[in-house]
């Protein structure tokens, strides 16, 4: 089926450690977006891509990177893993704002 | 942005008319007035969304004040399904949809 697709779908990372979290989307996308969601908590933007190589930032950027080689990826690097990004880590993607955003299902991280 | 209140929780019988309301008084011209649901340990659904005109798709329907400080997203017939965290969302700019705390949606068989 169409959509997004994220990988791992948990991972639990020792403090100090680093990880990539995958983000694919086969609907040719120009727009694709990581969002990190606490416990209880709505979702907040860590990075945004408008189109293959070019990336910026969203409200929560530290400790996290980012990269777009191709239209259809996004990954998600995590390079000190810390307590504070427990989490659930959502890719989403559009075409534009006239249309809607298909999520992931998601990567449940915890860091001990 | 457009700063949006929506009430934080909401009870419903099945097979009832669920009218979920969101007021955002600032919003712009430009803004679209997206709504997207998150249900237990999922990630986000996109519901619908509109600019203008009242929207209808075969999720809900989208009624879109005429000056647009506020909207109503409409579930027809609600179903244990529906239950969900549902969030308003104006905005303009692809670079910015932000999610606030949404309504919590009860649906009582």
């Known amino acids: 089926n169409a959509g997004v697709t994220q990988t791992p779908k948990f991972r639990i990372l020792k403090i100090g450690q680093s990880m990539t979290l995958q983000c694919t989307q086969d609907?040719?996308?120009?727009?694709m977006y990581w969002y990190r969601q606490d416990p209880g908590m709505g979702l907040k933007l860590i990075y945004y891509?408008?189109?293959?190589?070019?990336?910026d930032k969203g409200e929560v950027p530290n400790g996290y990177n980012v990269s777009r080689s191709t239209t259809e990826d996004f990954p998600l690097r995590l390079e000190l893993a810390a307590p504070s990004q427990t989490s659930v880590y959502f890719c989403?993607?559009?075409?534009?704002?006239?249309?809607?955003?298909?999520f992931g299902s998601g990567t449940r991280l915890t860091v001990v | 942005d457009a700063k949006t209140t929506q009430p934080n929780s909401m009870e419903s019988n099945e097979e009832e008319p669920v009218h979920l309301p969101c007021n955002h008084s600032?919003?712009?011209?430009?803004?679209?007035i997206h709504w997207y649901r998150q249900l237990p340990s999922q990630g986000p659904e996109y519901v619908i969304h509109?600019?203008?005109s009242n929207v209808n798709n075969r999720m809900a329907s989208l009624a879109i004040a005429e000056d647009r400080k506020s909207s109503t997203l409409i579930l027809h017939r609600a179903t244990l399904r529906d239950a969900a965290v549902y969030y308003c969302?104006?905005?303009?700019?692809?670079?910015?949809?932000?999610f606030g705390a949404g309504t919590r949606l009860t649906v009582k068989p």
């Open positions: 891509s408008v189109g293959a190589g070019i990336t």
């Open positions: 600032t919003i712009s011209g430009t803004d679209y």
């Open positions: 509109g600019l203008t």
């Open positions: 609907m040719n996308h120009n727009y």
């Open positions: 969302i104006p905005f303009w700019n692809n670079n910015d949809m932000r």
């Open positions: 989403a993607s559009t075409g534009g704002r006239s249309h809607g955003y298909t």
